[in-house]
């Protein structure tokens, strides 16, 4: 930069004009002038710093918008949960209804190839999961009902076998019992108690079994409907957003939740049917009664993850108690349950699924729970098909990267899903296929 610049920048900077300096050629004028110049200058920058120091706890417009848009998105998850849980008898049979569809929709459009339409194929489909449900229920009814009449047979010797641990209970329900008298005697005597009558057992199975056959009757059907028109909802979900880049990722996703759904529950069903064959075996060798029935047991148990297992188990345990006199005996058919169910968890099934169920056990868990508590045990068998659905919404949408992440069971974190979520798209369908 030569001098002319040098005083260009200097003369722009002090806000002095050239023609001025000539002009005015009285030194005390021009001191003048700087004096001002220096004052306004300072006081400038005193003012600038007082507004960026009190500005420095203020959040930017765009902080303030994800902060809002943040707190809404937790005020609809709760709402949702709220709607979830009050509407249970509404809600659950369309979401069975729609796992049913999503598992059955390769079977439909890969026997669509071959020229068979959609509505005969999901008839047939749907006609063979009620027959099959129909007759596991009507052949467990006579083993199911015999169990029920010698229940109260069974409860007594596995008391008589378990005498020393009921008496320490019964001394603690004596006490607990006389806690609640004292406290009853410093009641108010003037206050009506009111008493509510539960239902007996009969009772409470027979509207159990018409609320379960009620689901059931609309699941069914909604799967046939959802399973008839084919793809047209799939085309109707897509239509609805604005751009090509949304319609893709949509479709993505759609198509990475029916995979991932129908190839868990149908290899998931599978491996329970091969555990039922399992236990049923051995509890045949053992010498148990129903084998068949222990065999359905663990069939159906093993959907859930963690607890299904652990409650057939202590169920096992007990009825061998009653069963064989020999205590070293009757700890075979628990011992054999827990190695098969053991063999499939740790075995089998990270074998067969791979990377397909790649979630935290913790999420799994927590899963569970959480909708067992909200739906019953209709939740919690339902629990893992609806955390894959949300882990492949999770993989395929970036602002949902960071649940996706959590939800996650490797060590590999997010990876280059957060700075590339195209390719983390293509990574999963990759791994879906």
Same mark, same amino acid.
Request: charged content about 15%; glycine content about 8%.
């Given at each position: 930069?030569n001098?002319?610049?040098?005083?260009?920048?200097?003369q722009?900077?002090?806000g &002095?004009?050239?023609?001025?300096e000539?002009?005015?050629?009285?030194?005390?004028?021009?001191?003048?002038?700087?004096?001002?110049?220096?004052?306004?200058?300072?006081?400038?920058?005193?003012?600038?710093?007082?507004?960026?120091?009190?500005?420095?706890?203020?959040?930017?417009?765009?902080?303030?918008?994800?902060?809002?848009?943040?707190?809404?998105? @937790?005020?609809?998850?709760?709402?949702?949960?709220?709607?979830?849980?009050? *509407?249970?008898?509404?809600?659950?049979?369309?979401?069975?209804?729609?796992l &049913?569809?999503?598992?059955?929709r390769?079977?439909?459009?890969?026997v669509?190839?071959?020229?068979?339409?959609? $509505?005969?194929s999901? !008839?047939l #489909?749907?006609?063979?999961?009620?027959?099959?449900?129909?007759?596991g $229920?009507?052949?467990?009814?006579?083993p199911?009902?015999?169990? &029920?009449?010698?229940?109260?047979?069974?409860?007594?010797e596995?008391?008589?076998?378990?005498?020393?641990?009921?008496t320490?209970?019964?001394?603690?329900?004596?006490?607990?019992?006389?806690v609640e008298?004292?406290?009853?005697?410093?009641?108010?005597?003037?206050?009506?108690?009111?008493?509510?009558?539960?239902?007996g057992?009969?009772?409470?199975?027979?509207?159990?079994?018409?609320?379960?056959?009620?689901?059931?009757?609309?699941?069914?059907?909604?799967?046939?409907f %959802?399973? +008839?028109?084919?793809d047209? @909802?799939? !085309?109707?979900?897509?239509?609805? =957003?604005?751009?090509?880049?949304?319609?893709?990722?949509a #479709?993505?996703?759609?198509?990475?939740?029916?995979?991932? /759904?129908?190839?868990?529950?149908?290899?998931?069903?599978l491996?329970n049917?091969?555990?039922?064959?399992?236990?049923?075996t051995?509890?045949?060798?053992?010498?148990?009664?129903?084998? +068949? %029935?222990?065999?359905a047991? *663990?069939?159906?148990f093993?959907?859930?993850?963690?607890?299904?297992?652990?409650?057939? /188990?202590?169920?096992?345990? +007990?009825?061998?108690?009653v069963? =064989?006199?020999? #205590?070293?005996?009757?700890?075979?058919?628990?011992?054999?349950?827990?190695l098969a169910t053991?063999?499939?968890?740790?075995?089998?099934?990270?074998?067969?699924?791979?990377?397909?169920?790649?979630?935290?056990? !913790?999420?799994?868990?927590?899963a569970?729970? #959480?909708?067992a508590w909200?739906?019953?045990? *209709?939740?919690?068998?339902?629990? !893992?098909?609806l955390?894959?659905?949300?882990?492949?919404?999770?993989?395929?949408?970036p602002?949902?990267?960071?649940?996706?992440? @959590?939800?996650?069971?490797?060590?590999t974190?997010?990876?280059?899903?957060?700075?590339d979520?195209?390719?983390? +798209?293509?990574q999963?369908?990759?791994?879906?296929?």
């Amino acid at each position: 930069m030569n001098d002319s610049s040098k005083r260009a920048v200097s003369q722009g900077a002090s806000g &002095i004009h050239p023609e001025d300096e000539r002009r005015d050629g009285d030194s005390l004028a021009s001191a003048a002038d700087t004096g001002t110049a220096a004052d306004t200058g300072t006081a400038a920058d005193t003012g600038t710093g007082a507004d960026t120091g009190s500005g420095a706890g203020r959040l930017s417009p765009r902080q303030n918008l994800v902060l809002i848009r943040n707190f809404l998105a @937790f005020i609809v998850v709760i709402c949702a949960a709220v709607v979830l849980f009050f *509407a249970k008898d509404v809600v659950l049979p369309f979401v069975l209804g729609i796992l &049913i569809a999503l598992t059955l929709r390769p079977l439909t459009r890969g026997v669509e190839r071959y020229g068979v339409p959609p $509505i005969v194929s999901a !008839v047939l #489909l749907i006609l063979a999961v009620a027959v099959t449900v129909a007759g596991g $229920i009507y052949l467990l009814s006579g083993p199911v009902s015999e169990w &029920i009449d010698q229940a109260p047979r069974m409860r007594a010797e596995l008391e008589h076998r378990l005498r020393d641990i009921m008496t320490s209970l019964e001394t603690v329900r004596q006490a607990s019992e006389q806690v609640e008298d004292i406290a009853a005697s410093t009641e108010d005597t003037d206050v009506v108690k009111v008493a509510i009558d539960q239902p007996g057992i009969v009772t409470s199975t027979a509207l159990d079994m018409v609320s379960l056959a009620t689901t059931s009757l609309v699941a069914l059907v909604l799967a046939l409907f %959802l399973l +008839a028109s084919n793809d047209i @909802f799939y !085309v109707k979900i897509v239509e609805s =957003f604005p751009n090509l880049s949304e319609k893709t990722r949509a #479709l993505r996703i759609m198509y990475s939740i029916e995979q991932r /759904i129908s190839r868990y529950l149908l290899s998931i069903t599978l491996i329970n049917a091969g555990v039922g064959v399992v236990v049923a075996t051995c509890m045949w060798v053992i010498g148990m009664p129903q084998p +068949a %029935l222990w065999g359905a047991i *663990a069939f159906l148990f093993n959907f859930l993850p963690y607890i299904g297992a652990l409650t057939g /188990i202590a169920l096992c345990g +007990a009825v061998s108690l009653v069963t =064989f006199p020999s #205590l070293s005996y009757a700890m075979l058919a628990p011992l054999a349950y827990m190695l098969a169910t053991a063999i499939e968890g740790q075995c089998v099934t990270p074998i067969v699924l791979g990377r397909r169920l790649n979630l935290n056990a !913790v999420a799994v868990f927590s899963a569970v729970v #959480l909708w067992a508590w909200m739906w019953g045990i *209709a939740g919690a068998l339902m629990a !893992v098909p609806l955390l894959v659905c949300l882990k492949s919404m999770c993989d395929h949408i970036p602002a949902l990267a960071v649940v996706g992440n @959590f939800l996650n069971g490797s060590e590999t974190g997010m990876g280059p899903a957060s700075d590339d979520p195209s390719a983390s +798209a293509g990574q999963t369908a990759r791994d879906g296929n």
